[in-house]
């Protein structure tokens, strides 16, 4: 019986690959780009307007690195939909928040104000990690943020840092984790308005659209697109 079901899940899910269309052209230039690559690479590539996609390693989980400044962006959007978060509202700094590193809102004395909006701006804008953990705190913890990625049916999408539970992954995949595939449909329902409400989701589509960190990977990306 368990085998069969093993069966039946497989199935389904190459049914699902399948129903997706691959851009082979542009397929083969992805192959080719990566070709030689020393180390471990994963693309996923979809467009919204044909559907069309492009796929290597996909579903394979990879350490999110600063990517996973955009679950925590979910998290905290979600309190604010809830009401018991405000953009606008003033928090205010503590130098126990900081994170070593060179962070802007690192610089900031004890006790001072700051708006919640503006934290988020550092967190996506300049990838400031003191504001990230800070946020990832707020949104109520990498519990209740994983917890949201699994009710978008994001399975392995994960905030493993200060989370229970988490720490032995932690030591494999470090702050958090994540597949091509997810990370690229997480973005991909911020886009279409599908994360929380539209309102929301153009709200972090708006924040995720500011990076000042842009004379590296982002470069090759056309200035107009």
């Not at 780009?33 to 020393?38: E, L, P, R, S, V």
């Not at 988490?166 to 958090?176: H, L, M, P, Q, T």
Request: glycine share 8%.
């Amino acid at each position: 019986m368990r085998k069969c079901l093993v069966f039946v899940f497989a199935f389904l899910l190459l049914q699902n690959i399948s129903a997706q269309k691959v851009d082979k052209g542009l397929q083969r230039q992805v192959e080719e780009a990566i070709k030689g690559f020393n180390g471990d690479i994963g693309v996923y590539i979809k467009n919204l307007e044909n559907g069309k996609i492009v796929a290597v390693n996909a579903d394979t989980v990879f350490p999110t690195a600063s990517m996973v400044k955009v679950p925590i962006l979910v998290g905290v959007m979600h309190k604010v939909e809830r009401g018991e978060l405000t953009l606008d509202s003033n928090l205010v700094y503590r130098d126990s928040l900081l994170y070593a590193g060179v962070d802007i809102l690192g610089s900031l004395k004890q006790d001072e104000k700051i708006a919640l909006g503006k934290v988020a701006m550092l967190m996506l804008t300049m990838s400031d990690n003191t504001a990230s953990l800070w946020l990832q705190t707020l949104a109520g913890t990498g519990t209740r943020i994983n917890e949201i990625m699994d009710s978008l049916g994001l399975k392995v999408t994960r905030v493993n840092s200060r989370t229970p539970g988490r720490e032995n992954i932690r030591s494999i995949y470090g702050w958090g984790q994540t597949s091509p595939r997810e990370m690229a449909t997480l973005f991909e329902r911020i886009a279409n308005g599908e994360v929380i409400n539209k309102q929301r989701s153009d709200a972090m589509l708006r924040m995720l659209s500011r990076n000042y960190w842009d004379k590296h990977a982002i470069s090759q990306i056309p200035a107009d697109v």
